[in-house]
């Protein structure tokens, strides 16, 4: 899978999204836990994932770091 990782956090909801490549249609499939990825609805690859409650599951962490550029493995 190759893209720009893009990521996208709605603070009042507190839901992260991260995806790699162009937004495409697609729709999210529950892995449970508030945990969902995001397949593309013509190729049905997975291409993000989204958090529910990112900030609440973070809370207590001094920092959450991420080295880029970064490679993130994603299958169904």
């Given at each position: ?38 397949v593309?609805?013509?190729?049905n ?19 959450v ?12």
């Open positions: 899978m190759k893209g720009n990782l893009n990521l996208y956090y709605d603070e009042e909801g507190d839901f992260l999204e991260l995806n790699i490549g162009d937004y495409t249609e697609g729709y999210f499939k529950n892995l449970g836990k508030g945990v969902f990825e995001r593309d609805k013509k190729t690859k997975v291409i993000g994932i989204a958090i529910m409650g990112f900030k609440k599951r973070t809370e207590g962490l001094k920092d770091k991420v080295s880029l550029p970064t490679e993130i493995q994603l299958s169904s």
